[in-house]
């Protein structure tokens, strides 16, 4: 599975970005999908996962009720609908597809992943 996310830029807080995560080959559906963040200094954060049916998410705690996740199988799509956005949320994002069910214990553990795509929010 090749991954491609777009969506990134510069927007205020407060404000709405969406992250798109485009993949390519036919087996889309059979993996779970997730995003995570990396910010300047940081280490690599779980943001949030769908399962490969889309009935199934999971978030991380500091983006719960703000960001939801979604998936668009037939159009090989995943999505990062970002509301309500914080100077915290400043970090590159990664979209990653997974086989294996998601557990909080192996959060960040995925088998794919796309190249990042920049979110900046000012104050």
């Known amino acids: 599975v090749q991954l491609q996310a777009f969506g990134g830029g510069l927007v205020q807080a407060g404000g709405s970005l969406r992250l798109s995560c485009a993949a390519s080959g036919r087996t889309f559906s059979m993996y779970g999908m997730g995003w995570l963040r990396q910010a300047p200094g940081k280490n690599r954060e779980f943001v949030a996962h769908?399962?490969?049916?889309?009935?199934?998410?999971y978030y991380a705690d500091s983006v719960k009720g703000r960001f939801t996740i979604s998936r668009d199988n037939p159009n090989n799509t995943a999505y990062l609908q970002m509301n309500s956005l914080k100077p915290e949320d400043t970090a590159v994002y990664y979209c990653a597809a997974r086989r294996r069910p998601y557990t909080e214990t192996a959060s960040d553990e995925y088998e794919y992943w796309g190249q990042g795509t920049q979110v900046t929010v000012s104050s």
């Open positions: 769908i399962s490969w049916s889309g009935l199934k998410t």
